[in-house]
């Protein structure tokens, strides 16, 4: 290998291989319904309760909605952050295969 | 409180602890790798403890439990804001980062980007973040050693900065990186043991707690309601666009995910710490109501307006004059955790980016990058801590919270569309980190955080001109319609070292890397 460790690889042509595409399609498939979520719920929060009275009603005895909402945000961030590494993994597989296939030949 | 035998032990103790951390981390430090990024060497758990070690500053700490027990619901806004963050770190940076990205976060923007005015626009963000995160935590420290040993102000902003720059000189991001775990060890300790003694004087009764918080303020059951303090909701919406937002710009903490071997273990280091930090702004409840209940308003701002005294003197309250010292011990080495992990990116800023990169066109040996990282190291804390020294006055909250909006509007921009954008160019990212930065000052200035019409209340006597106390819902509008400008208006204009996008789109996906890099 060290004969050739200045060869730039052609990464027009990589990034035009279907591997690659399917690659960077299914991460963006997987990731932007996460990321509008997370978006939409944490500036969902600030609209309800500055606009709306809505979260203001009790929930639990005097705890209300709000705290459930808020609560949530922390079990949306774990959850996700799950979701997250499990996908990864599946990730890190296809990206081997592609360094394999197309780098390391 | 005063100073008795076993609070000075603890107290003593845990600065002991720290110092030999060092020693032993100095034996090891030798390359600029190991100097910036403890030679990638950090595991997985050990950088997710150190995230979160360098992230809960004394503004999560101190500040958040201060504000939950005087303002209720409207001060876990910042617990909410600051947890939702990692979403953003973890889902959109994290891995794109580590993969193209050496020491810094203008080395990242840099693999795309060559041109010495990117980096240099780079580092400007990065030590002007870092000057007003640093100034806040030594306004912080000073005013808490203060309070708790009776250390006049100027001596004690001295004590801290003289520690960190121990760390940093002699340890390099090995000591920090091990002063922040071993902090968020000690810190999760004490939040836990309070939350664990306020529960127990609720009888164990989570939903009974609310019941009992109704009456226990003077807010009456406002207390639980969201509105204490935001009455405008474009405010709120700013402050927690800040919040969520600037995280994923903050140089201290992007430089964390360098002292990692590969994205993988980026990835794992932030799921640890989005556990640990998520759980210990759930506890940030036990501490504000805790502090309201037991310590109550009128003691709470007697000893400090803001409330930054709450945790500790509801830990005297529950646990006696023990705990308090224990807690009192854990608040300073939380500052100094950050403030060890704040210089280390200023020093990286003006030592790799400014004198390396620029200065020298890249070509310094190790021991020179080594003696520049240290000599910067020097400048940072000295004119730091001469800042401090003039600014007791300042809200540290405030300071805080502006470093996060420079973060969010200067750098984040940037950071996104070096990643996913194809057309975005030389000019372009120049013309962001500028147009994000200048906004967020220039607005601030005229804000009612600098301006207030009763004499004594802000910086200045007088009208603000500006209506919120922070601009990021205007500020990071800015920096991507500056990104979009430059762009666009230069997309003509043929830029040197240029890499172009299919490289650097193959290399943050992969995490594919040349041999001679």
């Known amino acids: 290998m060290s004969n050739q460790s200045k060869t730039t690889l052609d990464y027009e042509r990589l990034v035009q291989t279907e591997d690659f595409k399917g690659l960077v399609r299914r991460k963006k498939n997987f990731a932007t319904p996460y990321v509008v979520a997370f978006f939409a719920a944490t500036f969902l929060l600030p609209l309800l309760t500055g606009y709306t009275t809505i979260l203001e009603t009790r929930a639990i005895g005097y705890m209300t909605w709000t705290w459930v909402y808020a609560f949530s945000m922390f079990f949306m961030v774990w959850i996700f952050t799950s979701i997250y590494m499990t996908k990864a993994k599946h990730f890190d597989v296809e990206v081997d295969k592609i360094i394999e296939k197309n780098v390391l030949k | ?517």
């Open chain 2, 1 to 517: 409180m005063k100073m008795d035998f076993i609070s000075a032990l603890i107290f003593f103790s845990v600065i002991a602890l720290t110092l030999f951390i060092t020693w032993w981390a100095a034996k090891q430090t030798t390359t600029a790798s190991d100097f910036y990024t403890a030679g990638g060497s950090l595991t997985g758990w050990q950088n997710g403890m150190a995230i979160a070690g360098d992230y809960l500053s004394a503004a999560s700490f101190l500040g958040i439990a201060g504000a939950i027990s005087l303002n209720g619901f409207d001060g876990f806004y910042y617990s909410i804001g600051w947890l939702t963050a990692y979403l953003v770190v973890l889902f959109l940076i994290a891995e794109p980062l580590r993969n193209l990205g050496k020491f810094t976060m203008a080395d990242m923007i840099g693999a795309r980007f060559g041109a010495k005015k990117v980096r240099g626009a780079a580092a400007l963000n990065t030590i002007t973040i870092v000057m007003f995160y640093m100034l806040a935590q030594l306004v912080g420290a000073g005013a808490l050693i203060k309070l708790l040993f009776g250390i006049p102000y100027a001596g004690s902003v001295l004590l801290v900065g003289t520690m960190m720059l121990i760390y940093v000189l002699f340890g390099g991001m090995t000591a920090t990186s091990w002063v922040q775990i071993v902090k968020a060890m000690l810190l999760m300790a004490g939040t836990i043991i309070i939350s664990f003694l306020v529960l127990m004087k609720f009888n164990f009764n989570f939903i009974g707690m609310f019941d009992a918080m109704r009456n226990a303020t003077p807010h009456g059951e406002a207390f639980l309601h969201s509105g204490v303090v935001y009455k405008d909701t474009i405010g709120l919406i700013s402050v927690l666009m800040a919040l969520v937002l600037g995280t994923a710009g903050l140089p201290h903490i992007l430089m964390r995910f360098f002292t990692v071997k590969d994205a993988k273990t980026a990835r794992s280091s932030v799921i640890y710490s989005v556990w640990i930090i998520g759980l210990f702004y759930i506890l940030t409840i036990f501490l504000g109501f805790g502090a309201a209940k037991f310590v109550g308003a009128d003691a709470i701002i007697a000893e400090n307006a803001a409330g930054n005294m709450a945790a500790p003197m509801l830990a005297g309250v529950l646990g006696g004059n023990a705990l308090e010292s224990f807690v009192a011990a854990v608040a300073f080495a939380t500052i100094l955790a950050v403030v060890a992990g704040l210089v280390l990116s200023g020093a990286s800023a003006i030592a790799h980016d400014l004198y390396g990169q620029i200065f020298k066109n890249g070509k310094v040996t190790e021991k020179e990058q080594v003696n520049a990282a240290r000599w910067a190291s020097i400048a940072i804390g000295v004119f730091s801590i001469i800042l401090a020294l003039g600014a007791e006055k300042l809200n540290v909250a405030f300071l805080v919270s502006l470093a996060f909006c420079i973060a969010a509007s200067a750098n984040v921009p940037t950071i996104l569309l070096t990643i996913y954008w194809k057309r975005f160019n030389t000019t372009g990212a120049v013309v962001s980190m500028l147009s994000g930065l200048i906004v967020a000052l220039v607005l601030v200035a005229m804000s009612p955080s600098v301006w207030n019409p009763v004499e004594g209340a802000a910086l200045f006597t007088g009208e603000p001109i500006f209506p919120y106390p922070l601009p990021t819902i205007f500020s990071v509008p800015a920096g991507f319609i500056g990104a979009w400008l430059g762009t666009v208006l230069s997309a003509k204009r043929h830029e040197e070292l240029e890499t172009s996008y299919a490289e650097v789109r193959f290399k943050a996906e992969t995490g594919y890397r040349e041999l001679d890099n």
